[in-house]
């Protein structure tokens, strides 16, 4: 069984991307409406609408959470040109409404790009303050913010040419020191000839300097990659979408960084042409056990893999082909035209619970109880509740250590 | 494992547990209250019989709270007083008539809140002294409340840069707060201005917090308060706010410490850790009368002679809470279980 | 593990059919749904979101019992663990105690679900069901893998399992008994059933009570039949007999029963001798007697009991496989305990996983058995992976833990035992947990701590000073940036503080800032925050002299924010113009070369003159005063 909770996310427009913070307890909301909307979930499971804003003069592509070290930070991108940095904060004005009212302002414009900015991500903690965003100008940059307190100042740190039109980047989150910071780059540019689309990119200490260390030999358009996180395994896993789902394991060889020869020992983990067609998203939950694939056959469809590393796919979800405009109407819908501030909604949430239909083998069995008479059963063997190990007799207290007497 | 311990199962975490006391017999009723999930409950148990000839906690009757329970203290019989993690204080009385449940006489909404986001801080701990009350929260606010009136009688609004952790009543016009730096501060009620009257601190080699503070029931000059890092200090405000005696005692923060209130030489702490501990000495006669007897809590820093038992094996999950009544001790624990430890000499 | 099972689906109501949808996920557990229109639909846009997340029974309150006291048996199995020597023993004990806590749960059920409404029984039931079914395979479990079989016959044990879980005909049995009436075959029209039910579950002492009540019970038959009963030999490990000499005396028991049978001396009952047949071992009979019984491995025991007493375990998995084979017994417990008896353990743990109990069942079972010893489970290559496998199902019910409000302590002390990825997803699942009141970040820190997640609680520490700052609270902001040791955030927290000063003039917090003790060396510019306040401390109790040789050294410590320069020359100016002097004349070069470096700030130009003059004329009275002491 499933629950599920709707949410009137109010966009004028298409929805391109949905992200939820660290705690899974805000969602930020981007739309082809120009807005960008903040949701705040309170303890009942209600989301509730706390900000809604015009973020950019054209579709927001993405929308992505900066580590909550770093405070209520968001970054979006637009077909515009640029991408965006925003904070939280609270007003601190003294008229009345002024103060205590949390409010999203822009930290940062970033206005490098020609053409389209496609996907911006942040960097994983360790590495500072790091956003990377990549455009169909075949770009990548990546910006720092060197006071991670002040998220005004944000400089152009590297900017990397890949040649092909970029869709989409994700950063390697995995923690080690034993490994530099790495972004996979996904390119949909559509020309089949070219003979990879992802590229891995590595930082070098040394020379400071981002270089191509990889070419996936991937010839369909890219529409999504993800790192997994790595839990400390001895190899990176990266999800990518294009015409199937692929997970591909890279491996670091060791000690042949001057040889031409490969960095990586690539394996290709799973390959799902399940989709029958596109693939459009791909998505890691927090531990990178789960893996989400969105396909153009309207269905999402959830990937793990065993403790034999087989992967295979342990959910669909799709619509039941009820129409949407049968869903209820949310009330006091917030006008859009409102740019900043909160408004406070009443939740436009609902939950409804969804059995699950199986194909041949149900997991999730309802068995008929009556050939199963259970036994009138009565109480435990022992009437005592776990404590701990009964064969273990109460350990004596440690001694105690006194300090010194303090001066009187 | 000891014979006398007996445990319940209630599918919440519980973070305090209190006996209602009777006066001339055994307690059989006693209250928990709950924490970290989305709804919390107070709860009214009653020791039973079942077939076995076995005495069990059953529930009387059970009342919603939001936020979690953070303190519970009994103002008389049957009226008590909650605080709550989303800074309300709540007086409820366990009616009788004509069946048994809460009833809830008066509710302090939002007086520990974060000015500055008007969000609500939680109340961490409160203590009374007859019918007053008075609170403190992570807003670093003391809150005196009397039980019969809806405002409070005072705040003291920024009685602390850091959050108050725990709170005591040393006499009526008398209170001790400790902190999340470990800084304890006597305020004198009489005096208006919104100072305290003393700062020490609870240990000069660090900066623990202040967990929980007990003074003896009888003499209420012996305090004792619990560390963040699982150690016991003990002062005779009396003489001067230097520590009588300093003891590395648990492994983890302790969570409370609980006099007994007719035998005082009995001392009891429980953990983070999942220890329960039993402190006494039986080099002093029980039946001294001597009135400037001095409690071995004073001189044990110079004679070290005090038992310490541990009533029962460390539990995998923090014990948040005690209560004694004679000779039976409830505890309550983060694995979601009360449990009651029967047969303790005191 | 097999691969032709197809994934559930899951219909979200409200959507059309191949609407183009996008699945992001919430955190471990949670997914968010949202919809894409394919290109050129003319359908209106419907910004829905759906936020999905599996129905976890456990979380149910009759059920978090149940977990709550499971996970204290497998905390103890772990430490078992490490002990060295013959723990099988131990681990029967801590087998029994599980099966007590199921058992213990099945009853707490079976009180509310009588007690409840139909909406709620409903969900109470399938409870019922899913953990009666749990106990009975793991009873069966414990008998052929925990428990240590004297002379591995067995029966016995079977037996046992199945009277426990199929004891209604017993009842009826002792009922009739009960009331001791002559002819009670005329009396209860149940009495035959009874017979039979007893008879399959080899309880011959009830056979032989109920004939003895039946009307005809002084017919020779009937006297017979009690005759046969009586004498038929009972296989015991302690009774003296070696296994063939038992079989030898079964089996010539047995022809003289089948003599009789040949003889028609029971024909005067058809329900007698029917029920001689079976005990005579006829398999049709058999067969036409499983209409009395609800599980086919009720059948497999009356049929070892009457065929084969001395079975041992490797013989078990032929009789179950027929059996179960001809009932056409497939529900999931069929199916595990049918692999139970092949020993099949591998098939066992994925049939145990369709069990709907949210892996509980598997996660400690299988870390049960491998305590034992018992787990050897082979991949596709022959390579032994039951560490793996171990670690997957206890690593993935912890998951499931972590991701409710409450029990995350319960769901870490799971993952603390996985030895190989557990404490890498426990940093990560520790961070993602909800911070609320600082009570529970405590506790969130305390599995930080024990586990040496040094940076994790540096982390946690910073955002809750964030969290603080945010609330105002920039004293609890610097305690908890104190903690995290986190120099950057500290010099940025007290930086405020000395901003704060500069525009306002009066410096906030000061109960703690007075107090900082040796924290003050967290960072330069706290020390430099700290000792200010000090001087503050000492000029306003009078203690001049500390206060200005307090400014000289910040002055020289080069800790000076820019920003501060002006404020703390203007401070100067009093301690200057005192009436006594304060400051030596090595102090007010000191002071000039200050204010030539630092003494440009905009702020102080109103100030500049009255500082040099004021230092001028310090410096004349000090000079004399010190000219007067060399000379003494």
Not at chain 3, 250 to 265: F, G, I, V
Not at chain 3, 279 to 296: H, K, N, P, R, V
Request: with cysteine.
């Amino acid at each position: 069984m499933f629950e599920a909770h709707n949410i009137n996310a109010e966009h004028k427009d298409l929805i391109h991307d949905i992200a939820y913070d660290f705690y899974g307890q805000r969602m930020a909301t981007c739309s082809s409406d120009h807005y960008v909307k903040v949701w705040d979930e309170d303890e009942h499971g209600n989301w509730h609408l706390s900000a809604s804003w015009k973020a950019h003069s054209g579709p927001v592509w993405k929308v992505t959470w900066a580590h909550p070290e770093f405070g209520q930070v968001l970054a979006t991108c637009s077909s515009d040109r640029t991408a965006a940095v925003w904070e939280e904060i609270v007003g601190e004005g003294s008229g009345p409404g002024e103060r205590g009212m949390r409010h999203w302002v822009r930290r940062t414009n970033l206005v490098d790009s020609r053409k389209s900015v496609t996907d911006v991500k942040f960097a994983p903690k360790t590495l500072g303050l790091l956003l990377a965003t990549c455009s169909e100008d075949g770009v990548i940059r990546i910006y720092e913010a060197p006071d991670v307190m002040n998220l005004s100042q944000w400089t152009l740190q590297h900017d990397i040419s890949c040649k092909l039109q970029c869709s989409c980047l994700s950063w390697n989150p995995s923690f080690s020191r034993l490994h530099a910071p790495m972004i996979a780059v996904g390119s949909d540019d559509s020309n089949q000839s070219s003979d990879g689309k992802v590229f891995i990119y590595e930082y070098s200490e040394s020379s400071r300097r981002w270089t191509k260390t990889q070419t996936l030999n991937i010839a369909d358009p890219i529409h999504d990659i993800a790192f997994a996180p790595n839990l400390g395994r001895s190899f990176h896993t990266l999800a990518i979408a294009s015409k199937d789902v692929q997970v591909i394991t890279l491996k670091p060889v060791l000690d042949n960084l001057q040889s031409g020869s490969s960095r990586f020992e690539i394996n290709i983990a799973a390959q799902f042409s399940d989709h029958d067609s596109t693939v459009w998203r791909v998505c890691w939950n927090i531990m990178g056990t789960i893996l989400a694939s969105s396909g153009d056959d309207g269905c999402v469809r959830l990937w793990k893999d065993n403790y034999i590393n087989n992967w295979k796919c342990v959910a669909v979800l799709k619509g039941d082909g009820t129409s949407a405009q049968s869903a209820e109407t949310s009330t006091a819908a917030t006008p859009p035209n409102h740019s900043t501030g909160i408004q406070q909604t009443s939740s436009t949430t609902r939950a409804v619970t969804i059995a699950t239909v199986t194909a041949e083998k149900p997991t999730i069995t309802v068995m008929c109880s009556n050939k199963w008479q259970a036994p009138v059963i009565k109480g435990r063997f022992s009437k005592s509740v776990w404590l701990g190990n009964p064969s273990e007799s109460t350990p004596p207290p440690p001694p105690i250590l006194e300090y010194p007497k303090a001066k009187k | 494992m000891s014979e006398n311990v007996q445990g319940t199962f209630v599918s919440e975490k519980i973070s305090k547990i209190r006996w209602k006391h009777e006066d001339f017999e055994d307690a059989t009723n006693f209250i928990t209250g709950s924490w970290d999930d989305p709804v919390n409950k107070v709860t009214h148990w009653i020791f039973q019989m079942n077939d076995d000839g076995e005495s069990y906690p059953a529930v009387v009757s059970s009342y919603a709270i939001l936020g979690d329970v953070t303190e519970i203290k009994f103002i008389s019989k049957d009226f008590f007083v909650l605080s709550t993690s989303i800074g309300t204080v709540r007086l409820l009385q366990i009616h009788e008539n004509p069946y048994s449940q809460f009833k809830e006489h008066m509710s302090w909404e939002f007086i520990h809140k974060f000015d500055n986001t008007n969000d609500y801080a939680s109340c961490t701990g409160l203590s009374t002294f007859e019918q007053d009350i008075v609170s403190v929260g992570e807003d670093g606010r003391i809150n005196l409340l009397t039980a019969g009136q809806k405002q409070p009688v005072r705040s003291i609004n920024d009685a602390d840069s850091c959050s108050i952790y725990c709170i005591d009543f040393l006499r009526h016009n008398e209170i001790l707060t400790g902190n999340l730096r470990g800084h304890m501060k006597v305020w004198d009620l009489r005096n208006d201005q919104d100072l305290p009257a003393t700062t020490f601190m609870l240990s000069d080699q660090s900066k623990t917090e202040a967990t929980s503070i007990a003074h003896h029931p009888t003499q209420r000059h012996i305090v004792v308060a619990g560390g963040g890092d699982g150690s016991l200090t003990v002062w005779d405000l009396r003489h001067n706010t230097y520590p009588m005696s300093q003891l590395n005692a648990h492994a983890k923060a302790v969570s409370e410490i609980l006099f007994h209130p007719d035998r005082p030489e009995n001392l009891f702490t429980c953990s983070t850790s999942g220890e329960l501990w039993h402190w006494n000495n039986t080099q002093h006669s029980k039946l001294s009368l001597d009135p400037t007897n001095t409690h071995w809590l004073n001189t044990i820093g110079t004679n070290g002679k005090v038992n310490v038992t541990s009533l029962c094996n460390a539990m995998h999950k923090p014990i948040n809470s005690i209560d004694i009544d004679r000779s039976t001790l409830l505890f309550g624990c983060d694995n979601e279980a009360i449990y009651v430890v029967r047969n303790i000499t005191v | 593990m097999d691969e032709n099972d197809s994934p559930p689906t899951i219909d979200i109501p409200n959507v059309p059919k191949h609407l183009r949808i996008t699945g992001n996920w919430v955190n471990s557990n949670r997914i968010g749904i949202y919809k894409k229109l394919a290109k050129g639909s003319s359908e209106k846009y419907d910004p829905t979101v759906y936020i999905l997340r599996p129905e976890i029974i456990l979380f149910s309150p009759q059920l978090r019992k149940l977990v709550n006291e499971s996970n204290g048996v497998f905390l103890s199995i772990q430490k078992i663990k490490s002990v060295s020597g013959d723990v099988r023993p131990e681990l029967l004990k801590h087998s029994k105690q599980y099966r007590s806590i199921l058992r213990a749960c099945i009853e707490s059920l079976q009180d509310i679900c009588g007690r409840c409404l139909s909406d709620k029984k409903e969900s109470l039931e399938n409870f019922l069901t899913i953990f009666y079914q749990i106990e009975c395979v793991w009873h069966l479990i414990e008998i052929l893998y925990v428990d240590v079989v004297p002379g591995d016959v067995v029966l016995p044990q079977l037996l046992e399992w199945i009277r426990f879980h199929f004891p209604s005909r017993e009842l009826v049995a002792v009922k009739i008994l009960a009331q001791k009436t002559i002819g009670a075959d005329l009396e209860y029209p149940n009495y035959w059933e009874a017979v039979i039910g007893c008879a399959l579950h080899g309880k011959l002492d009830l056979v032989r009570a109920l004939l003895a009540l039946h009307s005809k019970a002084d017919h020779p038959a009937f006297v017979m039949a009690e005759n046969v009963l009586k004498t038929m030999p009972i296989y015991n490990v302690y009774g003296g007999y070696s296994i063939d000499g038992f079989t030898t005396c079964w089996k010539r028991w047995q022809l003289e029963l089948c003599s009789n049978l040949n003889s028609k001396a029971f024909i005067v009952d058809t329900n007698l001798e029917m029920i001689m047949k079976l005990i005579a071992g006829e398999q049709d009979m058999l067969w036409q007697f499983s209409q009395y019984t609800d599980a086919w491995y009720e059948l497999l025991a009356a049929k070892l009991f009457y065929t084969c007493p001395c079975c041992k375990q490797p013989e078990l998995s032929l009789h179950a496989n027929n059996i179960s084979k001809r009932w056409q017994a497939n529900r999931p417990s069929d199916n595990a305990i049918r692999a139970v008896m092949e020993s099949n353990l591998h098939h066992v743990i994925k049939e145990i996983q369709y069990m709907g109990d949210n892996g509980w069942f598997a996660a400690h079972l299988v870390d049960l058995l491998y305590a034992c010893g018992k787990l050897k489970i082979l991949d596709r290559d022959q390579v032994e992976v039951s560490n793996q496998l171990h670690e997957s199902l206890i690593l993935e019910y912890g998951n499931t833990l972590m991701g409710h409000h409450s029990l995350w302590q319960c769901g870490a002390s799971y993952l603390i035992h996985c030895p190989v990825q557990g404490l890498a997803r426990l940093e990560i699942l520790l961070q993602s947990l909800p911070m609320g009141s600082e009570a529970r970040v405590n506790k969130i820190l305390d599995i930080a701590r024990d586990n040496k997640m040094d940076h994790i609680v540096t982390s946690i520490c910073k955002i809750q000073g964030l969290k603080s700052m945010k609330q105002g609270r920039l004293g609890n902001a610097l305690a908890w940036a104190l903690k995290a040791q986190d120099s950057g955030f500290i010099t940025y927290i007290a930086d405020q503080f000395l901003k704060r000063y500069a525009e306002y003039g009066e410096l906030d917090c000061r109960d703690l800032l007075e107090n900082l003790g040796f924290c003050m060396m967290a960072s330069d510019r706290l020390t430099f925050l700290g000792k200010y306040c000090e001087f503050h401390q000492m000029y306003s109790i009078g203690e001049f002299k500390e206060a200005a040789s307090l400014l000289v050294s910040l002055l020289v410590s080069n800790l000076t924010p820019k920003y501060f320069w002006s404020i703390l020359l203007s401070d100067a100016i009093p301690l200057l113009e005192a009436k006594d002097v304060i400051l030596s004349s090595s102090d007010c070069f000191e002071l000039l070369r200050c204010v030539e470096a630092h003494g440009d700030d905009l702020k102080f130009q109103n100030k500049i003159e009255i500082f040099r003059l004021a230092v001028a004329r310090n410096l004349a009275r000090a000079l004399s005063l010190e000219g007067c002491q060399v000379e003494h």
